[in-house]
């Protein structure tokens, strides 16, 4: 491979890795302002890290105001009633990815009841 090659394939891989870089911080950006709940009693779902183990998931789901309903399709995910409508800010302080409307399809990654059913 002469130098000229080399440069031209490693320019191809920085290209598509700040592509994909961009893409994906447009997708959690979108996600995140416009997945966040308009009416944060109803029920939110809360994603964490996918490492984060469910303990942990719960006790900071609760720390923060907010009453554990039961986990979503996957036990990195919280689906919470909270105190107050500030819930959402305080859990992206506290380490979630996302807050999300529990009504908001693929928001507790599978297909469960209501929130408000359970309630």
Known sequence: MTL???YKFHRKILDAGLLI???MGALYAGARTGLTPQDPSGGVAVV???W???SAVVSQAVAAGG???RFGG???????VPDDASYPDRMFSEGAWL???SQTPGGCFTAKPNV???L
Not at 74 to 80: D, E, H, T
């Open 116 to 118: 408000r059913e359970i």
């Open 4 to 6: 000229k090659q080399a």
């Open 67 to 69: 009453r554990f309903v």
């Open 74 to 80: 996957l036990p990195f995910v919280a689906i919470v």
């Open 21 to 23: 870089g961009l893409s």
């Open 99 to 101: 807050v999300v409307d």
């Open 52 to 54: 984060t183990p469910a």
């Open 48 to 50: 964490f890290a996918p």
